[in-house]
């Protein structure tokens, strides 16, 4: 019988941990990024990286695959990739005289959607019902996707050769936006020696299914905000609507994201109530995608994640939150 707090079960935690080791092993020296994934799994939410090729950005989808024991399927977009590559197709057969659905790439647990800005916007926006409502409608017929549902897109610099600009919409389905980034010296040693092998990978252990994830998605929807500290979320985007610096801050759908996200840090942590610094850290990775800088702020080589850092340094925290007993 797995011990209960509130809004979270200590035995899930136990093995949340486990997971978060056990990727930590394959995905050398990249902690933060991979406890944030993980983060962004247990909301339920949609991960988009931001990186030059060769950083371990599949490598990472894998590892949390095994570790999850999620159905797992890889998409390399290329302007060629169709929506129904996608979402999927009918094909009439003449044995039983009817169409016959055939499911596309997002008919899986974990979808990476490697290089997501080379394709065309006709095929990027296939992924939009899919990421939003959990399903895809083709010829004029519903079909549900596989629970839990999560996506991780991975998109080239922007200017890189042969990308263009992810739509507003589609980026605004993301929870959050984070970057790999280059291993630090002694990873990227470690790494060398591991080269060639498959070893790490291979013996990465399944450490919870499907259903535990799902339970302790549920377990953090039910995570603990206060009023001031919603209040506090609120402030913190209203601000990205009034600088000067930003031609559009953040919608009300990335006030939803930092609560829920702020609610997976809590879980993480052990508590059934979401504090200000629960927030506070997850401001820049559910925001840093959905602003967007004015020409001129662009032109002045104004850095969003600085400009949202002094943001974040001007809102006044509130007094914890605790749950009314």
Known sequence: MSEKTGGFREEDRRQ??????????VMLGKEGVVQEVFLTFLAGGHVLLEDIPGVGKTTLARAFARAISLNYRRVQFTPDV????ITGFS????????FIFQ??????????ADELNRTSPKTQSALLEAMQERQVTVDGVTHALPEPFLVIATQNPHGAAGTQLLPDSETDRFAVS????YPDKDSEVRLA???GTEESMERLPSVIGTGELEAIQEQVRDIYVSEPAARYAVELVERT???ADFERGGSPRATIWLVRMAKAAAWLAGRDYVMPADIEGQFLPVMRHRVILTRRAEADGTDIEERLAAIAAEVKKPGIGVRPR
């Open 82 to 85: 169709l929506p129904s590559d």
């Open 103 to 112: 499911e596309g790439a997002v008919f899986t647990n974990l979808l990476l």
């Open 178 to 181: 984070l970057t790999l980034g």
């Open 91 to 98: 094909v009439y057969h003449r044995g039983e005289e009817r």
């Open 193 to 195: 020696v591991q080269a």
């Open 16 to 25: 949340a941990m486990t997971v978060l080791r056990e990727v930590n092993r």
């Open 241 to 243: 609507r009034a600088q």
